[in-house]
């Protein structure tokens, strides 16, 4: 009776699939990605280019297309109109994309020109049909592959005006830059840090102190790529940097340029809640302490006045306060800082400061406050004439910081490593499960010299995440926190990620989770079902060419933990095999409820079909994981562990 069940069950699924196949558009496809925003690939304009233009609407500038604001844009009213653009460094090219808007069914031509030796060029002609409104990316224009001085772009449209509000350059793979790079102001330091480009022989930093105009280089390794600190930066100068790789002597496409300054001051706790009296919702107040010296928060109507609020979630010992504002005109600006409590807010610090007037972010006069722990703070902001922006927000202590924690989950322990403190007499390490609580869980005092090896030990394996923070103390006296880590015990393996480009598909997706994040490496992204009020559905994963596998492993998490039930079929051929049929205890762990591997049938299979359903909550699943090759012994479940990151699975692995 059982195998008979399982075989209606078993057809019944593949029914469901062979809809779904029928119905679901088609899926995307897991790749690297470009840098680029809103549809577009490849790369800003460079800072430092020129633009010019044969005519443009007022305030409609043809620069506004490489700023990287997808809203603001370059209008021209006539149906024809040019741009160009020479680059103050040649840029290797293999396509063009424009983003266009607007309203009405047109055709849109895009002649491209490019500049060499001296000389423009046609590079390229393409025609679209534009039958949508609002901004939208265009396919990429492939152009001669080639290094360009610049480009001029002519369009013409059978509506009677002419708009792009961004242009990206797409490079060869060759010469794509740096991708993904910030600079971190930290301790009166600038670290840089970037995405690897594989074979380069080295990397060159270029910067300055204007936008675009770089006047002094740095060459680094190869394997230098994560937090390296510039040298020789004056104090509270803005620097821009820009970053290529070099591979036998040929540089590729300089990075998108990223600014930075040299500060004193620490930045505030990751998990420090921020709130604004008013946002621009472009320059939300979580800029304020994102460690990007060029972001900034202004308010909606660019209003001389203007209150922020922030929540620290566990006490930090505060002397100073260190602002880095824009002020575009001169101006008088006052800060008042105040406590927040259940009785009202207390007055801890004012001060008013000139500042001449500036484009680029300034560091103004540090504020005193009175010094002492806080975890509610109230920032009323007035000016008399520039208005309210804010770029970064530091503090300053007397109490040493730690830094540098980490946490790696083990079988019923996790081990703890983070940075010395220097005269530290010991180390208190506190944790708990309960977040955001855990400065009430348990505390293990330990020596000065076990910061770069400590294991907290009697941890329950396999449900939440335990959540820990580490302090100094020097003297008797407690120094400032860590940033609050987490990591989940476990007492079995983890799996790799899904091959590259393997695809998936449902039947549909709810506020915004699609199932493209189940294979996008993160376990904290998760899919949710459109079907069965959101607390069953079916996804689909189809791998590129069959690979080899011994197990399979699901992550999960649900808001009330429970039991969720999986129904698992493994295509081999044009067969559907039914591999596990049954439930699960599922946790609520944010940052990836890893579930235990279930072994499968060894042998190569060409896709995963999983049906899940739970009873309390909404179904959130959050990656599928695979165990290549074949095991012989027909199972996963030992008590080896590994951490839960998710290493890069190259389209050879299987």
Same mark, same amino acid.
């Given at each position: 009776?059982?195998?008979?069940?399982?075989?209606?069950?078993?057809?019944?699924?593949?029914?469901?699939?062979?809809?779904?196949?029928?119905?679901?558009?088609?899926?995307?496809?897991?790749?690297?990605?470009?840098?680029?925003?809103?549809?577009?690939?490849?790369?800003?304009?460079?800072?430092?280019?020129?633009?010019?233009?044969?005519?443009?609407?007022?305030?409609?500038?043809?620069?506004?297309?490489?700023?990287?604001?997808?809203?603001?844009?370059?209008?021209?009213?006539?149906?024809?109109?040019?741009?160009?653009?020479?680059?103050?460094?040649?840029?290797?090219?293999?396509?063009?994309?424009?983003?266009?808007?607007?309203?009405?069914?047109?055709?849109?031509?895009?002649?491209?020109?490019?500049?060499?030796?001296?000389?423009?060029?046609?590079?390229?002609?393409?025609?679209?049909?534009?039958?949508?409104?609002?901004?939208?990316?265009?396919?990429?224009?492939?152009?001669?592959?080639?290094?360009?001085?610049?480009?001029?772009?002519?369009?013409?449209?059978?509506?009677?005006?002419?708009?792009?509000?961004?242009?990206?350059?797409?490079?060869?793979?060759?010469?794509?830059?740096?991708?993904?790079?910030?600079?971190?102001?930290?301790?009166?330091?600038?670290?840089?840090?970037?995405?690897?480009?594989?074979?380069?022989?080295?990397?060159?930093?270029?910067?300055?102190?204007?936008?675009?105009? *770089?006047?002094?280089?740095?060459?680094?390794?190869?394997?230098?790529?994560?937090?390296?600190?510039?040298?020789?930066?004056?104090?509270?100068?803005?620097?821009?940097?820009?970053?290529?790789?070099?591979?036998?002597?040929?540089?590729?496409?300089?990075?998108?340029?990223?600014?930075?300054?040299?500060?004193?001051?620490?930045?505030?706790?990751?998990?420090?809640?921020?709130?604004?009296?008013?946002?621009?919702?472009?320059?939300?107040?979580?800029?304020?302490?994102?460690?990007?010296?060029?972001?900034?928060?202004?308010?909606?109507?660019?209003?001389?006045?203007?209150?922020?609020?922030?929540?620290?979630?566990?006490?930090?010992?505060?002397?100073?306060?260190?602002?880095?504002?824009?002020?575009?005109?001169?101006?008088?600006?006052?800060?008042?800082?105040?406590?927040?409590?259940?009785?009202?807010?207390?007055?801890?610090?004012?001060?008013?400061?000139?500042?001449?007037?500036?484009?680029?972010?300034?560091?103004?006069?540090?504020?005193?406050?009175?010094?002492?722990?806080?975890?509610?703070?109230?920032?009323?902001?007035?000016?008399?004439?520039?208005?309210?922006?804010?770029?970064?927000?530091?503090?300053?202590?007397?109490?040493?910081?730690?830094?540098?924690?980490?946490?790696?989950?083990?079988?019923?322990?996790?081990?703890?490593?983070?940075?010395?403190?220097?005269?530290?007499?010991?180390?208190?390490?506190?944790?708990?499960?309960? *977040?955001?609580?855990?400065?009430?869980?348990?505390?293990?005092?330990?020596?000065?010299?076990?910061?770069?090896?400590?294991?907290?030990?009697?941890?329950?394996?396999?449900?939440?995440?335990?959540?820990?923070?580490?302090?100094?103390?020097?003297?008797?006296?407690?120094?400032?926190?860590?940033?609050?880590?987490?990591?989940?015990?476990?007492?079995?393996?983890?799996?790799?990620?899904?091959?590259?480009?393997?695809?998936?598909?449902?039947?549909?997706?709810?506020?915004?989770?699609?199932?493209?994040?189940?294979?996008?490496?993160?376990?904290?992204?998760?899919?949710?079902?459109?079907?069965?009020?959101?607390?069953?559905?079916?996804?689909?994963?189809?791998?590129?060419?069959?690979?080899?596998?011994?197990?399979?492993?699901?992550?999960?998490?649900?808001?009330?933990?429970?039991?969720?039930?999986?129904?698992?079929?493994?295509?081999?051929?044009?067969?559907?095999?039914?591999?596990?049929?049954?439930?699960?205890?599922?946790?609520?762990?944010?940052?990836?409820?890893?579930?235990?591997?279930?072994?499968?049938?060894?042998?190569?299979?060409?896709?995963?079909?999983?049906?899940?359903?739970?009873?309390?909550?909404?179904?959130?699943?959050?990656?599928?994981?695979?165990?290549?090759?074949?095991?012989?012994?027909?199972?996963?479940?030992?008590?080896?562990?590994?951490?839960?990151?998710?290493?890069?699975?190259?389209?050879?692995?299987?």
């Amino acid at each position: 009776m059982q195998n008979q069940f399982q075989w209606r069950k078993g057809w019944l699924y593949v029914c469901i699939f062979s809809l779904l196949v029928i119905c679901v558009p088609q899926a995307k496809t897991v790749e690297a990605a470009l840098d680029g925003s809103e549809g577009l690939v490849g790369n800003r304009i460079p800072v430092g280019t020129t633009y010019t233009s044969s005519t443009y609407d007022p305030t409609f500038e043809p620069q506004n297309i490489g700023d990287g604001d997808w809203y603001s844009i370059w209008k021209v009213s006539a149906n024809t109109g040019i741009i160009q653009m020479k680059f103050a460094e040649a840029v290797n090219l293999k396509s063009v994309q424009v983003s266009t808007g607007g309203i009405g069914d047109r055709y849109e031509t895009y002649t491209i020109r490019g500049l060499q030796n001296g000389y423009w060029r046609n590079i390229a002609t393409r025609t679209f049909h534009v039958t949508t409104g609002g901004n939208q990316a265009l396919t990429p224009i492939s152009v001669q592959i080639g290094w360009y001085d610049g480009i001029s772009i002519a369009v013409s449209s059978t509506r009677n005006w002419v708009m792009m509000s961004e242009v990206h350059l797409v490079p060869t793979t060759t010469s794509t830059p740096p991708a993904q790079l910030p600079a971190l102001n930290k301790n009166e330091q600038v670290s840089l840090s970037w995405k690897p480009i594989a074979d380069v022989d080295h990397y060159q930093i270029r910067y300055g102190t204007t936008s675009g105009q *770089y006047t002094d280089t740095v060459t680094i390794a190869s394997d230098t790529y994560n937090n390296f600190t510039v040298p020789n930066l004056a104090t509270g100068v803005t620097y821009y940097f820009a970053v290529a790789g070099v591979r036998n002597g040929i540089r590729t496409n300089y990075s998108n340029e990223v600014g930075g300054m040299r500060i004193r001051g620490n930045p505030f706790p990751e998990n420090t809640g921020k709130g604004a009296s008013s946002e621009y919702y472009r320059n939300p107040v979580e800029y304020t302490m994102d460690g990007d010296i060029l972001s900034k928060w202004k308010t909606q109507n660019n209003s001389k006045n203007a209150t922020l609020s922030y929540g620290i979630r566990y006490p930090l010992y505060i002397d100073e306060l260190q602002f880095v504002i824009t002020a575009p005109v001169e101006s008088d600006i006052t800060y008042k800082i105040y406590e927040q409590g259940r009785n009202g807010n207390t007055l801890i610090g004012q001060k008013t400061v000139h500042v001449a007037g500036s484009l680029s972010p300034v560091r103004i006069e540090s504020i005193p406050i009175e010094p002492d722990w806080y975890q509610l703070l109230k920032i009323e902001i007035s000016s008399t004439a520039a208005p309210v922006e804010v770029n970064e927000l530091l503090y300053i202590s007397d109490r040493s910081s730690m830094t540098g924690l980490q946490a790696t989950p083990q079988n019923g322990q996790v081990h703890l490593t983070w940075d010395a403190v220097p005269e530290a007499d010991e180390y208190r390490i506190t944790y708990m499960k309960q *977040y955001p609580d855990v400065l009430n869980g348990q505390t293990i005092t330990v020596q000065a010299d076990t910061y770069q090896d400590y294991t907290v030990t009697g941890l329950d394996n396999n449900s939440v995440p335990y959540y820990f923070v580490v302090n100094a103390v020097i003297n008797g006296q407690n120094q400032n926190y860590s940033n609050l880590v987490h990591a989940t015990p476990m007492s079995y393996a983890t799996g790799n990620p899904v091959p590259k480009g393997t695809t998936v598909t449902t039947l549909g997706y709810y506020d915004n989770k699609p199932p493209e994040n189940t294979i996008d490496g993160d376990l904290s992204t998760y899919w949710i079902p459109n079907t069965g009020d959101h607390k069953s559905g079916t996804i689909n994963y189809r791998f590129p060419k069959p690979v080899q596998l011994s197990a399979i492993q699901l992550v999960s998490m649900l808001n009330v933990p429970g039991k969720q039930t999986f129904t698992i079929y493994g295509l081999q051929g044009n067969n559907w095999n039914l591999l596990y049929d049954g439930k699960i205890q599922a946790y609520f762990n944010p940052f990836g409820g890893v579930l235990p591997a279930i072994p499968v049938p060894p042998g190569k299979y060409e896709g995963i079909m999983i049906l899940t359903e739970t009873t309390t909550t909404w179904v959130t699943f959050q990656e599928l994981l695979l165990f290549y090759g074949a095991n012989t012994n027909g199972t996963v479940l030992t008590d080896t562990y590994s951490p839960l990151s998710i290493p890069t699975v190259s389209t050879d692995t299987y």
